[in-house]
């Protein structure tokens, strides 16, 4: 494979981060390649929003890798721990939810690393983002720079010379200049799914963590929020 | 779970090596926690002989998690490129091997930090080897050095204080020395497979990198190669 096209490897969970992550290449003019990954999470509806979205942007390639870390358990998203609602910024700051999944972000930097090296590509984004991150350890800026070095001794081109950029193009913005960012590029967040409980039909549930900060998000941005919610009948 | 108790996350392949790695952290006090992948690999006879070891060297628990890697491609492990056969050290020096599988050892020891989060343990054991190592990038020092700085950056626990130790017992050993040392510990060796295109019942086909490597290892140890070999007759 030419080594020399200008080629990314982008982690799509199907979310709003991501999605915008893969616009942001798109826009780049980088030829897609985005990865998701099937790890036993409950938010199944995730993985259908990342198939829209690999349509809507026009990927060249959409891998999904199937892999169970419900054989570990310890979180939220993967095991029956209840997931979080209707906490407020100031108690989601608090700490680290029970909605993080164990060493997850290495797990799938691992995977793009792993499939970016078989096609010959030297960049991978991700939509990790440290300003809304609700303490996650593994979307802070020195834990990617870590990662790099790391991808940069492990692989095969790496030892040939090629590098390993990891591009994290929303790590310092908002929800609220994510949403900005991603609408002037066209990206229709209908789309996506963010909820830790959306419906099979991929309706947001409004209450979680994730739901709360992209509303939030979406109402500092003066941009019309237009995530599909459950139906306001179907909660009672 | 009591996090001060000694317990170590073991990488273990069904191999020489991480049967070897297992057995030195047994020796050191550890309760082993073995961690095999199912990840695609054409010897999937290496999977039984995980299941041999772990029970051999008496683990509190072995999960094996599988992923399917071939969605990648790209390694004569898990694709369909041949396995190289009947080739000088001097060959298998020469560059990177076609057995290569695409940052496997990040793949792995992230699997690793993800079981040894959820279960409280600060200590990841894995048998790489970069005296022996056929040209793997990942098995040298320097980027086992990174993985660990990457991993303390990584993890809640990280972030809480405790700190990541990833275990090489036989980085600096050559097959030999791995061979007395684990001899010297009890291991049956008889019980791993390490040949790359071993048969379904497990024999070694005595012709690959890995089975030249490991019959040379055994014949300079001094040692009795007990490895179930293909019976002759069979190569015909």
Same mark, same amino acid.
């Given at each position: 494979m030419d080594s020399d096209r200008k080629a990314i490897v982008v982690l799509l969970?199907?979310?709003? @981060?991501s999605s915008t992550a893969l616009a942001i290449a798109k826009e780049e003019g980088f030829d897609l390649y985005a990865l998701s990954v099937d790890y036993g999470q409950r938010h199944k509806s995730e993985l259908d929003a990342s198939r829209r979205i690999a349509t809507? %942007? =026009? =990927?060249k390639e959409h891998s999904i890798i199937k892999m169970?870390?419900?054989? #570990?358990?310890?979180?939220?998203?993967t095991d029956d721990i209840s997931v979080p609602k209707g906490r407020? =910024?100031?108690?989601? *700051?608090?700490?680290?939810p029970e +909605?993080?999944?164990? /060493?997850? $972000? +290495?797990? %799938?930097?691992?995977? /793009?690393? /792993?499939?970016?090296?078989v096609l010959g590509i030297n960049d991978i984004s991700t939509g990790v983002n440290a300003v809304d991150y609700s303490g996650y350890p593994d979307c802070r800026p020195e834990y990617i720079a870590a #990662? *790099?070095?790391?991808? $940069? %001794?492990?692989?095969?081109? /790496? =030892?040939?010379?090629?590098?390993?950029?990891?591009? +994290?193009?929303?790590? $310092?913005?908002?929800?609220?200049?994510?949403?900005?960012r991603g609408t002037s590029l066209g990206v229709d967040y209908s789309l996506t799914v963010s909820c830790? @409980?959306?419906?099979?039909?991929?309706?947001?549930?409004?209450?979680?963590?994730?739901?709360l900060l992209r509303a939030a998000g979406f109402m500092e941005a003066g941009v019309n929020d237009s995530t599909m919610y459950v139906p306001p009948v179907a909660r009672l």
């Open positions: 969970s199907g979310g709003l @981060d809507h %942007l =026009v =990927v169970d870390l419900r054989e #570990f358990g310890g979180s939220a998203l407020s =910024v100031r108690e989601m *700051q608090k700490g680290i +909605t993080y999944v164990p /060493a997850r $972000n +290495t797990i %799938l930097l691992s995977l /793009a690393l /792993a499939w970016a090296e #990662f *790099q070095e790391m991808a $940069n %001794l492990a692989t095969k081109s /790496a =030892v040939e010379g090629k590098k390993i950029k990891i591009h +994290t193009p929303l790590i $310092n913005l908002s929800k609220a200049e994510i949403i900005k830790y @409980d959306a419906s099979t039909l991929g309706q947001a549930c409004g209450e979680c963590d994730s739901c």
